[in-house]
Each structure stands twice: as C-alpha cells, then as structure tokens.
C-alpha cells in the first residue's frame, strides 16, 4: 500500500510538470509559430475559404479554448491529422517511436555499459598511464563534434573512399541482417560520441566511492580489485548511474536521434519532430512535446522506484 500511495503521489506530482511543458510550447506555437492558412489554401481564396481554413484549424478561437482543447487531445491520445501528410499523428509516431529505439537503444546501452567497464578501470589505476589514456581518450570523443562524428564514419565505412561495406542512407528491419547492414554506423557513431560523456561521469562517481573507508577497509583485509569494484564501488555508484540511464532515456527517443535519422535518412521520432518544426505542422508538434512530458513522469517514477530497489535507506515515503 505504501508504494501504491508513493506511485500516486508521484504521478500527482507530475501533473504540474506535464501542464507547465505543454503550457509554455504551446504558447510558443501560438504566438511564434508559422501561419498555416495560407499554405493549405490555394491561390486568391476567397474571404469564406479562408474563414473555413481557420476555423478548421482552431485559428478562430481563444488561446485558452485551444490549449484545453490541446490537453484533451493529451488525455484521449487523438492527436488529430498530421498537415503536412494528412495521416494520423497517433498512427505516425506509433510507426516512428519503435524505429527511433531500435536505432538507438544498441549505441546506448553499449555507451553505458563500455562507459562504466573504463570508468572502474581509469578509477582504480587513477593517476597512472592507463587513467590518462582513457581520459585522453574520452577528451577526444567529447570535443568533437556529433555531426563530424557522423559525416567521419559515413566516409570511412560507407564510401567508396574508405571500407564501403555499410549503406550511408536507409533503413529497413524486415530481418536481422539487414538490421544490422543498417544500424551498425549509426551504433558506432553513437557509442564514440556517449563513450567520452558516460566515461568521464561515471569515473567521476568511481573515484569518489573509492576513496571511502569501507573500501580502504576491504583493501587492508586484502579484498582483489574485481571484488572491490563489483562488490562495492559499482554497487554503491548505483544511484547516479540509474540518475544518468534514466533521464538520458527520454531523448533517446525523441531527441537524441535527430541528427542520426537526418543523417542517414532514418524516418524515426527525431525526424518526425525535425520535419514538423521546419513545416509548422503543430498537430504533430504538439503529440511529440507531449508524449515527451508524459515520458519524464513515468522516467521519474521508475527512477525513484529503482533509487529503493539499489539503495533500501531511501524510503518510499
């Protein structure tokens, strides 16, 4: 019963979140957005034809009706037709979100998990050539820049200047091999830029950890160093580790992909955003800001729910 009200009063906690991220986007959309009548009419239309337009794209009603008109379509998930294409907002991103992962969610995981394996190894040998080498290293992925990152990897393992054995545009998941014909340069790009950021955090928290007592104890009673960073230092890191995974998570599938899916021409969630920013397509607009805000809320309560699961100190209250 104790996590059940803990779950509400978290989900409750959320509902101010939600409304102020809608809030302040849809003002944005309102006041500073394109104005879409005249692209969806033709030319010399006349006083009723454009009456008709706006009215049907809710340009003739007050701010506020709009915005709680927006919520309900939140609510009941009916976030009408896209402009731009005349499909389903719903039925696009339900063909988008899944590419977006799939693209995604290898580059991400294999970041973490090689970011967490240096971490213990540059934080164990701290101040030696193999600390500096991997710090060198990490230094290298986070001062270049993601789309060099891209455009370097497409030229040596898609052009017929380097390797030439992946495709530089496309997709297509009708099998494992040509997933993985399609999603292996964008996973090493992914993983090169991730690797520098995770390895750099995550030594961060190692070191600290192991300059505790508990761990220059296990040390003295002559614990081996595979015991003492798995069994202890990891162990007790889990909490900014599960902070970092976590809130990483929600732009993975929104927003981290962007460049990725431009790139490579990819039609995932980042290049549905991307798309209905550059057309001022508000209906898909408004689904990605709010499936986005929806998406934090239920990062935060599973966020808090594995804080007790690692940590049992941290009461659900």
């Known amino acids: 019963m104790r996590t059940l009200a803990f779950l509400l009063r978290r989900i409750a906690t959320g509902i101010p979140l939600?409304?102020?991220?809608?809030?302040?986007?849809?003002?944005?959309?309102?006041?500073?957005?394109?104005?879409?009548?005249y692209e969806l009419l033709g030319k010399n239309p006349t006083a009723e034809q454009i009456a008709q337009v706006r009215a049907q794209l809710g340009y003739d009603q007050p701010f506020w009706a709009r915005y709680i008109d927006y919520l309900w379509e939140m609510l009941t998930f009916d976030f009408g037709s896209s402009l731009s294409t005349g499909q389903e907002v719903t039925a696009l991103l339900a063909d988008a979100v899944p590419i977006s992962l799939a693209l995604t969610l290898p580059g991400f995981i294999i970041g973490n998990v090689l970011g967490?394996?240096?971490?213990?190894?540059?934080?164990?040998?701290?101040?030696?050539?193999?600390?500096?080498?991997?710090?060198?290293?990490?230094?290298?992925?986070?001062?270049?820049?993601?789309?060099?990152?891209?455009?370097?990897?497409?030229?040596?393992?898609?052009?017929?200047?380097?390797?030439?054995?992946?495709?530089?545009?496309?997709?297509?998941?009708?099998?494992?091999?040509?997933?993985?014909?399609?999603?292996?340069?964008?996973?090493?790009?992914?993983?090169?830029?991730?690797?520098?950021?995770?390895?750099?955090?995550?030594?961060?928290?190692?070191?600290?950890?192991i300059g505790r007592d508990h761990i220059r104890t296990a040390?003295?009673?002559?614990?081996?160093?595979?015991?003492?960073?798995?069994?202890?230092?990891?162990?007790?890191?889990?909490?900014?580790?599960?902070?970092?995974?976590?809130?990483?998570?929600?732009?993975?599938?929104?927003?981290?992909?962007?460049?990725?899916?431009?790139?490579?021409?990819i039609p995932g969630a980042g290049k549905l955003a991307f798309d209905a920013v550059t057309t001022g397509d508000q209906p898909v607009l408004k689904a990605v800001v709010g499936v986005t805000a929806l998406l934090f809320v239920v990062v935060?309560?599973?966020?808090?729910?594995?804080?007790?699961?690692?940590?049992?100190?941290?009461?659900?209250?």
């Open 18 to 37: 939600i409304l102020g991220v809608t809030f302040i986007s849809f003002l944005l959309m309102v006041y500073f957005g394109p104005e879409m009548t």
């Open 300 to 317: 935060l309560v599973i966020n808090d729910l594995l804080y007790r699961v690692f940590d049992p100190r941290v009461a659900v209250q």
């Open 116 to 209: 967490v394996a240096l971490a213990l190894v540059a934080a164990w040998y701290r101040g030696g050539w193999i600390d500096r080498s991997i710090m060198a290293f990490s230094v290298v992925g986070m001062s270049i820049s993601f789309i060099i990152i891209i455009i370097a990897f497409q030229i040596i393992f898609s052009s017929r200047y380097g390797l030439n054995f992946f495709p530089v545009r496309g997709w297509d998941m009708s099998s494992l091999g040509s997933y993985l014909y399609y999603v292996t340069v964008p996973t090493l790009s992914i993983v090169f830029v991730s690797l520098g950021y995770n390895t750099r955090f995550y030594r961060a928290v190692f070191v600290e950890e």
């Open 219 to 265: 040390r003295a009673y002559g614990a081996g160093a595979g015991t003492i960073l798995w069994k202890y230092v990891l162990k007790n890191s889990m909490i900014p580790i599960i902070t970092r995974v976590m809130f990483s998570i929600p732009s993975i599938v929104i927003a981290g992909s962007l460049l990725i899916e431009s790139y490579f021409g």
